[in-house]
């Protein structure tokens, strides 16, 4: 290869996806912004080309040496990666760079100590112990070792804590309410039962604040500083408000972030949405196969190459229309209250399903689909194991529900592309912490 001198800025560009971040995120303590956009750090893994466009049959504009950093701004289907250089764009293979890992000032989140703990000059019990925090401290921790040891910042220092005593926190919060639609006039009671005193009747189309569900199929409501009772029977999930869910700015991005906190634009439809050509546990040719096109073609891939190594899958549920996700979620809370629907089930808009990005998937034999029992499968560890290499991650991650807000969920793959994924799945992070995010609860 012909070698050329690069301008010293090489160097800086690993620092781009750090300010590209801070800029797109604009993190807030009391709201999450949604980030548009993401770069990452490759690293050359041998002198290399960097050419105008996405092929050897391109021009070389450089060649930079083994081990400089390249900051990556897309990947092309047949393997080549976009990258920013001197402000120019240009081309590598990715099959001689390799993602860098991440500084640890990039990604911090906030962990609760469960019992007292010692923070130590390094990731062993060997190292000195230049602190002890009591239970119930927060610790902001920017950054994780291979050995379950967590780098913390502590009064300006940088130590070390044990991963076994701490947990991700949960924010502050007030008591979860939702708001409900009455569906017909309806007669508010002083009990769960028709037994109970009327005490107002609302019209069809009043929005009412549901704060509790009783086993019978009766809602708790608050009603002019007034408690109540309303039949659940009557009553439907309303949008959520745009103050509290802000809505994305660019729905589109594949990496874009949705989730209880971040909601699609109402009425939100891929605009290229393809049937996948995957197996399913069902013969219909129904939305539920549709995903977006680039997340169809890496699905397909994932699923020819599991096969080739005996691990044998099945889609169970890819794209979901907003009025799917309106019905589904309806249903859902009418059966098991709002309270415990909300853990596993999506409001409307801020379902991942309806971004054409996200698919459930089973084993061969079609069972434990969408069930805890999945988790134990060698079809989920191969998933755990391969699914970045495809640009998926497992989305809700066991140890995360403080974080994602939902439970842990093996089945739930999420297309982010490559680059993302493998950073997201090689630290152990959710959606949430590498956009750096405040955490979700129910």
């Not at 990947?75 to 120019?88: C, F, M, P, R, Y």
């Amino acid at each position: 290869m012909t070698k050329l001198t690069l301008n010293k800025r090489l160097l800086a560009t690993g620092f781009a996806f750090i300010i590209l971040c801070a800029g797109l995120i604009g993190f807030s303590p009391s709201k999450p912004s949604v980030a548009n956009a993401a770069t990452v750090t490759y690293t050359a893994t041998a002198n290399l080309n960097v050419r105008t466009g996405p092929s050897t049959a391109n021009k070389i504009i450089a060649t930079v040496k083994q081990g400089t950093k390249l900051t990556v701004t897309g990947k092309n289907e047949n393997g080549w990666l976009k990258v920013s250089l001197n402000g120019q764009t240009g081309y590598v293979s990715g099959q001689y760079v390799k993602i860098s890992n991440s500084s640890s000032s990039t990604a911090t989140v906030t962990y609760t100590a469960t019992a007292n703990l010692n923070v130590r000059t390094g990731p062993s019990t060997a190292n000195k112990i230049i602190a002890t925090v009591k239970q119930g401290t927060k610790l902001t921790v920017t950054g994780k070792n291979e050995n379950g040891w967590l780098k913390v910042s502590l009064n300006g220092q940088t130590g070390y804590v044990s991963g076994q005593y701490v947990k991700v926190s949960n924010p502050s919060s007030s008591t979860a309410t939702v708001t409900y639609t009455a569906t017909a006039n309806l007669n508010v009671r002083t009990g769960p039962s028709t037994a109970n005193k009327i005490i107002a009747t609302v019209k069809q189309g009043t929005k009412l604040t549901v704060t509790g569900k009783n086993e019978n199929g009766w809602l708790k409501v608050s009603l002019n500083g007034q408690t109540g009772y309303v039949s659940s029977q009557y009553v439907k999930v309303s949008n959520p408000s745009s103050d509290d869910i802000q809505v994305v700015a660019k729905p589109e991005s594949i990496p874009v972030l949705v989730n209880k906190k971040n909601k699609l634009p109402e009425n939100y439809v891929p605009k290229d949405l393809v049937y996948t050509s995957i197996p399913f546990t069902f013969k219909e040719k129904t939305e539920k196969r549709k995903m977006r096109s680039e997340a169809a073609a890496a699905i397909s891939k994932l699923f020819a190459e599991s096969k080739k190594q005996g691990v044998s899958l099945l889609g169970v549920s890819a794209y979901r229309s907003h009025a799917t996700q309106v019905a589904l979620f309806d249903y859902y809370v009418k059966r098991d209250g709002y309270a415990k629907a909300i853990t596993y089930s999506a409001l409307p808009g801020t379902s991942e399903h309806e971004t054409g990005l996200a698919i459930d998937v089973t084993g061969g034999n079609g069972k434990c689909a969408a069930q805890d029992c999945f988790g134990g499968t060698k079809e989920a560890k191969w998933l755990q194991a391969h699914a970045d290499d495809y640009g998926f991650i497992i989305r809700y991650p066991k140890g995360k529900e403080s974080v994602t807000g939902y439970k842990y969920e093996p089945w739930h793959l999420r297309y982010v592309g490559k680059a993302i994924a493998q950073t997201i799945m090689s630290q152990g992070l959710t959606l949430e912490e590498y956009y750096y995010t405040r955490a979700v609860q129910n």
